[in-house]
């Protein structure tokens, strides 16, 4: 049977950036403590994990219900590039969690990279 593993806890802290036998810098993903692996047969997760400030739109608000896939890693390694190109600032960043819930509307959200200003999309 054919499985597939969904980490559902991708953030900064969780990639770490490590030198390989060439010398050249490679990023992998750490701390598979709250992945899972999903089998042919049963597709989606049901139970509402990973960390507030870094989860996926379909995770938070369904609180896991609907059910979740690999989206949800794409979305949180979006979220971590996003991240990145910003200079450290998380998207739909808020003080708590409910303002953030209110963020994920599908505004457009500046961001500044390299000295000009781009616009991004969630």
């Not at 054919?2 to 060439?22: A, G």
């Not at 692996?37 to 049901?46: Q, Y």
Request: glycine share 10%; charged share 25%.
């Amino acid at each position: 049977m054919c499985k597939t593993t969904v980490h559902r806890d991708i953030k900064p802290s969780n990639i770490l950036l490590v030198k390989n036998k060439k010398g050249d810098i490679v990023a992998k993903i750490a701390d598979f403590g709250k992945s899972k692996e999903l089998a042919v047969s049963r597709p989606k997760m049901t139970t509402n994990v990973g960390t507030p400030k870094w989860m996926a739109p379909e995770v938070k608000i369904s609180g896991g219900q609907q059910g979740t896939e690999e989206s949800v890693d794409v979305f949180l390694l979006g979220s971590v590039f996003y991240f990145i190109l910003s200079g450290g600032k998380q998207p739909f960043a808020a003080t708590d969690l409910s303002s953030r819930e209110a963020r994920l509307d599908g505004q457009v959200y500046p961001m500044r990279a390299g000295g000009s200003s781009i616009g991004a999309h969630p």
